[in-house]
């Protein structure tokens, strides 16, 4: 059996969902074992309140988040928990701000470590600052960190532990750690040379071994995969009892089921935390209840020790990041899979720097809502938390055509495997219409550079930024881009130098992606596949973007 995932709507966002109770089943008078696994994941450095989106919710931007009301958050749940308590942490918090990028995530090791998180995966955004960093940063957290397909590429050997078992309060639970298995294939080389995410032969084997050595109460992986992998992962090794998925910033308001398996994402930036209680009996999991709980300014204080932490890891960073760049008199989001008014005037910056016909940009799903006030070095930093050079060359049209099928490939690809990212192209200069549901290589219905249709030998000048260690003729992952060559500038400089001339922004959607077989606005990657098709999709946000 399986339910499709269910975004958060309206006032579910601000009241707690409760899985409804079986038939018969009586919680308080429950005489075998319980559970509490407490989870969050994707933080992306956010340390602080930040304006966070809440559709439906008057109003619809509040102040939510920060490491200090989410320990608040947590204890609270602890001291409520009739039975053990787990606190586990799906990775991605090391990379996502000003202030991380320029201490290669130190702002972040504290407070961090003052959550007590019990086991730590890492994400596909922790060797943003290069391998050795990651390391490093990886042995200085206080608790484990556990991943079965992270590996040393010259020795074959994992870098971590594949699991780690805790016993608690007369509850057994095994852990097992999964990170984006294309995130050494998709990311900038130098961040992740000498090490490899791809390998994932015998996860089953491995985990029918571990129940039988270890015999424990319950299965957790905790996924660095994104919820539609996650899923897969449920199907291919239905062993697991529970996973606790991260990487699409999806927020699910209540279990999603593959046979057994319940699967869970508590969105991103430190706003909503998962609190999933399992009741075990004789045969396994007897009953579950889960609940998403936002973290409103009004409803939890700030833990003083973790703000004292997190005020003195920020303080260096402060003036810099309070730095007034810009006005922007529309909302500034980049929640949606396709077009977003963030990436919409990013790329309008990189388009007119290059003087190319078309500006890309990689899209991301970070940071938070910039509601309309004064834009600040902080919020530029949070969108783009990887400054790099820029890079312009020409491809023709056929080539553009190709480029595009094949992205639109890793965001609604049937195969969950072959997923990658979790948003459709985004530039400046070029509109397109697609079909999702089409098969690979038959998506596409119309590109249009500069009003016109494009033409196979036409060539066309594209931009995009420099990643690390990739070949000069790489472009937004377009391999075999002509003239090819990086200019005298970074990407946030070309922004700066937009935004001086054009000080005051207001972007709009104005249809530069749009799927002819989707909701004209979409929040979840995973809804466009799910049982019950494109009617199940949710059309307020699920948190997002990998990554």
């Excluded at 089953?204 to 994104?226: I, M, W």
């Excluded at 703000?307 to 810099?320: G, H, Q, T, W």
């Amino acid at each position: 059996m399986a339910s499709t995932s269910l975004a958060v709507m309206g006032m579910a966002a601000v009241t707690p969902v409760f899985a409804a109770a079986e038939p018969g089943f009586s919680a308080p008078a429950w005489k075998g074992k319980r559970v509490r696994l407490l989870h969050f994941t994707d933080t992306h450095a956010q340390l602080e309140t930040h304006p966070e989106y809440l559709p439906g919710a008057s109003p619809e931007i509040q102040s939510m988040g920060g490491y200090a009301r989410l320990k608040t958050a947590i204890e609270r749940e602890k001291a409520s928990c009739e039975g053990p308590c787990f606190l586990l942490d799906g990775g991605d918090d090391f990379q996502g701000s000003g202030p991380a990028t320029w201490s290669e995530g130190e702002v972040v090791l504290d407070p961090l470590n003052a959550l007590n998180p019990d086991v730590f995966v890492p994400g596909n955004w922790e060797p943003a600052y290069g391998p050795e960093r990651f390391k490093r940063l990886m042995a200085r957290l206080n608790c484990p960190v556990v991943c079965y397909n992270f590996h040393d590429t010259t020795s074959g050997s994992r870098l971590f532990a594949p699991s780690v078992t805790l016993e608690r309060g007369g509850v057994k639970v095994a852990f097992v750690g999964i990170t984006d298995i294309s995130a050494s294939t998709r990311h900038p080389p130098a961040e992740f040379r000498g090490m490899d995410t791809t390998r994932m032969e015998g996860l089953r084997e491995f985990v029918k071994e571990l129940r039988a050595r270890e015999r424990p109460d319950l299965v957790v992986a905790v996924t660095h995969t994104g919820i539609s992998l996650s899923r897969q992962i449920a199907r291919e090794t239905p062993e697991f009892d529970v996973i606790l998925s991260g990487h699409t910033h999806e927020r699910t308001a209540r279990p999603i089921l593959e046979g057994k398996v319940m699967i869970v994402e508590p969105g991103c930036f430190a706003s909503f935390l998962g609190s999933l209680d399992v009741y075990i009996g004789d045969n396994g999991v007897a009953h579950h209840e889960f609940r998403l709980i936002p973290i409103l300014e009004e409803r939890y204080e700030e833990d003083q020790h973790v703000k004292a932490l997190v005020d003195k890891s920020l303080a260096p960073y402060r003036d810099r990041m309070t730095k007034r760049i810009a006005v922007t008199e529309t909302l500034l989001m980049r929640y949606d899979v396709l077009e977003t008014t963030a990436d919409d005037f990013i790329t309008e910056a990189i388009r007119s720097a290059a003087k190319a016909d078309i500006g890309f940009s990689n899209g991301f799903r970070f940071g938070p809502p910039v509601p309309p006030k004064t834009m600040t070095e902080g919020d530029l930093w949070n969108f783009l938390p990887m400054d790099a050079r820029m890079k312009t060359g020409w491809i023709t049209g056929k080539e553009l055509r190709a480029y595009l099928e094949n992205e639109l490939e890793l965001v609604f690809s049937k195969d969950p495997w072959k997923l990658s990212g979790g948003w459709g192209p985004r530039a400046s200069g070029m509109d397109v219409t697609f079909r999702a549901l089409a098969e690979r290589g038959h998506r596409l219905v119309s590109v249009r550079v500069d009003g016109r249709e494009i033409e196979d030998e036409r060539r066309y000048a594209i931009a995009g930024c420099v990643r690390g260690g990739e070949p000069v003729d790489v472009i937004c992952r377009h391999s075999g881009t002509h003239d090819a060559h990086e200019l005298p500038l970074t990407v946030h400089e070309a922004i700066k130098d937009y935004l001086r001339a054009v000080p005051i922004i207001a972007p709009q959607r104005s249809g530069r992606e749009k799927a002819l077989d989707l909701p004209p606005v979409l929040f979840s990657q995973d809804a466009v596949f799910s049982p019950g098709g494109i009617a199940s999709a949710p059309t307020t946000p699920a948190g997002l973007p990998p990554g």
